[in-house]
């Protein structure tokens, strides 16, 4: 039971460069997140989902989208990347909704320059 | 607004030695609360949660939390610090019946330990 796998853990990324961070779960649970993580600042949410085909916005979704076309794999994809973006990102997933505990990804570290 | 608060960025306590990290909540309902700790250059893990029931809540790792209504706060504790618990701990909090997705996260505390 691996819980929730990131790829890739490290990735520097020049400006207007596109990428997509993957993750997957294999606990079949019906909410995964996307947060990222700025030094001093606590995570932010950037999506979430709550089941299959299912996908909604956070508190900072701009320059980023997002897709769940089955339970596990739920990627975050960057488009035109900007130094802006330059932060640890972590997916996240929960059995249900937010009030249930949330098991973590170890996280992709991006750069962009 | 809902919100978390950590007043504390860093502390550092010495191995042996009683902690405390504050957590303030702004809720209009009762919230679910968590406390979560960061390891370095690792994702998060789950050291307790409140959601209602006994206000004393213990953990793993040898934490405990006591959520106190009247001071809107969620504290923990551990009555001897390891050098082990060095890292970052983070304060969450959310409702049910709010935005699905919205775990509130405070900024985080630090936590160095001297030997």
């Known amino acids: 039971n691996a819980g929730v796998t990131q790829t890739p853990k490290f990735r520097i990324l020049k400006i207007g460069q596109s990428m997509t961070l993957q993750c997957t779960q294999d606990?079949?649970?019906?909410?995964m997140y996307w947060y990222r993580q700025d030094p001093g600042m606590g995570l932010k949410l950037i999506y979430y989902?709550?089941?299959?085909?299912?996908?909604d916005k956070g508190e900072v979704p701009n320059g980023y989208n997002v897709s769940r076309s089955t339970t596990e794999d739920f990627p975050l994809r960057l488009e035109l990347a900007a130094p802006s973006q330059t932060s640890v990102y972590f997916c996240a997933s929960s059995h249900r909704d937010p009030t249930d505990t949330q098991y973590f990804g170890p996280g992709t570290r991006l750069t962009v320059l | 607004a809902q919100s978390v608060t950590q007043p504390d960025i860093h502390i550092t306590v010495s191995e042996g030695a009683s902690l405390e990290l504050r957590c303030n909540y702004s809720?209009?309902?009762?919230?679910?609360l968590f406390w979560y700790v960061q390891s370095p250059g690792q994702g998060l893990q789950l050291l307790l949660k409140y959601f209602s029931g006994d206000t004393l809540v213990q953990g793993i790792k040898g934490f405990e939390a006591e959520f106190k209504r009247s001071q809107s706060s969620f504290n923990l504790r551990k009555p001897s610090v390891h050098w082990s618990d060095a890292a970052e701990y983070f304060c969450?909090?959310?409702?049910?019946?709010?935005?699905?997705?919205?775990?509130?996260f405070g900024k985080g505390t630090k936590l160095s330990v001297k030997p």
């Open positions: 809720y209009g309902a009762t919230p679910y």
């Open positions: 606990m079949n649970h019906n909410y």
């Open positions: 969450a909090g959310t409702t049910r019946g709010g935005s699905q997705g919205n775990l509130i």
């Open positions: 989902s709550v089941g299959a085909g299912i996908t």
